[in-house]
């Protein structure tokens, strides 16, 4: 540090860890091929708007094939990793177990991302999606389960992930802040004023909890909906049928939960954290995943064995079609890519320590099995699946379909790319919370200002929240008529967004200026 400097009170920058703000030939060649396969994902979708979904394998239910293909499964796929990452999130801040933590950075941009992939495909699906954003907004009732995955996913979940993300981040953001990163902007947003005192960090641990206490029942209702918008479809065998949204939660924690050990696998190795991602989460995850597998494994075998001895015959058809016909092959990979991840688990389980080898081969394993469950849920029901005379169909995604989904996943590899070349993907900030609560006397009327905003925008929220769920349910008029107040869902999915922003307000507001370095 020179003269000048230190007239100024200034020191030399400290450089930032895990690679951030340095460019690598390997992050290079990983952001073209991402950027390529993006373009080639754009390139697919501009052909089905030019030509229409002719170009896709979708076509008519009864007309010979299915309305809901690849983008569907690739939905429910994305929408369970996002459950899976948060549900981790929510762990650890309720039950705080400390082995979780390195990996809650991580889980929190998972779950943000896979949402905004879900969303992706939820439009490609869509034959005029403009047509579908501004309907389902202005329109939406509550009976229908599109409105709670519209509403609870989208309003919902994927804010209240958003306020997680950025609460927990404000610590590492104002840490990287004192190092003098080249877009110290960015950094400074998400600081918004962090500056460490005990008391903030007090209401940063209260605030943590009761996020994970509101989060929890939302991931389990927006992820029910989701498995509603099948399992309530009584004219469509293999979809009615109350094991579906408990189904669709342990699916969905299975394939995040495997999503995430490879993840975070890849970060320990590419960033060189090992000693940050240590044996104890992987060992943490993998116990949660062999639970978690076990108990679909029985989900699994109860829906098989009531569907070939209790169901309708239109059930047992299907059923043999699954097992012995048409879609056999994804459904021995299924069985059996679950049983040999649960046997390797369960094999690390007793060795009591981690074996790569078996971790990473079970978590790919429920993830290949994932994929072909959810296929089988989409697929038959529609191509075998006719209560009426119609002939069976046939399903088959066309390059388009799997370039717009390469592209989908390209978009989130790629944000994530460069998540991690300005943000640490491993918190560094380990600064314990006070189990006290401070003493706010020095701060004057702070503190009750702080709680008055945070309480009126709670109050705002929850006020628009119930006003927009009565308009929706057209309370007080005909229930086949338009909402008596125009877009009431947006009014309750702002509704919802205030009451979490809420717990923004109260850790933010009022702004503090940072100390002086």
């Not at 981790?88 to 039950?95: P, T």
């Not at 390797?344 to 072909?372: I, K, M």
């Amino acid at each position: 540090m020179n003269g000048d400097e230190l007239a100024a009170g200034g020191r030399a920058p400290a450089p930032l860890p895990f690679g951030i703000e340095r460019l690598s030939v390997r992050s290079v060649v990983a952001a073209l091929l991402l950027l390529g396969g993006l373009g080639f994902g754009l390139y697919a979708y501009a052909q089905q708007l030019l030509h229409g979904d002719i170009v896709t394998g979708l076509r008519n239910i009864g007309g010979g094939g299915a309305t809901w293909g690849l983008y569907i499964v690739l939905d429910i796929t994305f929408v369970g990793f996002s459950f899976a990452a948060m549900l981790v999130v929510v762990i650890e801040r309720l039950f705080h177990v400390p082995a979780l933590r390195p990996v809650t950075r991580l889980a929190e941009w998972i779950a943000l991302l896979s949402l905004v992939m879900g969303g992706m495909c939820v439009l490609a699906d869509l034959g005029r999606p403009l047509r579908g954003l501004l309907n389902l907004p202005r329109y939406a009732r509550i009976t229908s389960p599109f409105f709670g995955t519209f509403a609870l996913v989208i309003g919902g979940y994927l804010f209240a992930s958003l306020v997680q993300l950025f609460l927990s981040g404000r610590a590492d953001a104002a840490w990287c802040l004192e190092r003098r990163p080249r877009f110290a902007f960015l950094h400074r947003i998400w600081a918004a004023g962090f500056t460490g005192d005990a008391g903030e960090r007090w209401r940063h641990a209260r605030v943590s909890g009761w996020m994970a206490v509101a989060i929890l029942p939302l991931l389990v209702i927006a992820h029910s909906t989701l498995g509603f918008i099948f399992g309530i479809q009584a004219g469509r065998p293999g979809w009615f049928s109350a094991l579906a949204a408990p189904g669709f939660l342990l699916l969905a924690g299975v394939s995040g939960i495997g999503l995430l050990l490879l993840i975070a696998t890849a970060v320990r190795r590419l960033l060189h954290v090992e000693e940050a991602l240590g044996d104890a989460t992987f060992r943490w995850l993998g116990g949660l995943l062999l639970v978690l597998t076990a108990a679909f494994l029985y989900l699994l075998a109860v829906e098989e064995l009531t569907a070939w001895y209790a169901a309708s015959q239109q059930e047992q058809v299907l059923a043999r079609e699954r097992v012995m016909g048409r879609f056999a092959l994804p459904f021995w990979t299924m069985v059996g890519s679950f049983v040999v991840a649960a046997g390797a688990l369960f094999l690390q389980w007793v060795r009591r320590h981690v074996s790569w080898t078996l971790l990473l081969g079970a978590a790919l394993l429920v993830n290949v099995g994932a994929f072909c469950k959810r296929w089988l849920t989409v697929v038959p029901s529609q191509t075998h699946g006719m209560l009426l005379p119609f002939p069976s169909g046939d399903y088959t995604p066309t390059w388009i379909e799997w370039g717009v989904a390469g592209g989908a996943l390209c978009v989130g590899a790629l944000l994530l790319l460069v998540v991690a070349k300005l943000f640490p993907l491993v918190p560094v900030d380990a600064t314990p919370a006070p189990t006290a609560r401070p003493s706010e006397a020095r701060e004057g009327g702070r503190g009750v200002a702080r709680a008055l905003l945070a309480c009126t925008t709670f109050a705002i929220g929850s006020l628009l929240l119930v006003a927009g769920f009565l308009w929706s349910a057209r309370y007080g008029s005909d229930r086949y008529v338009d909402p008596p107040v125009p877009y009431s869902p947006v009014i309750f999915i702002v509704g919802v967004m205030m009451t979490f922003y809420a717990a923004a307000v109260f850790e933010t507001v009022p702004f503090t200026k940072r100390r002086a370095d």
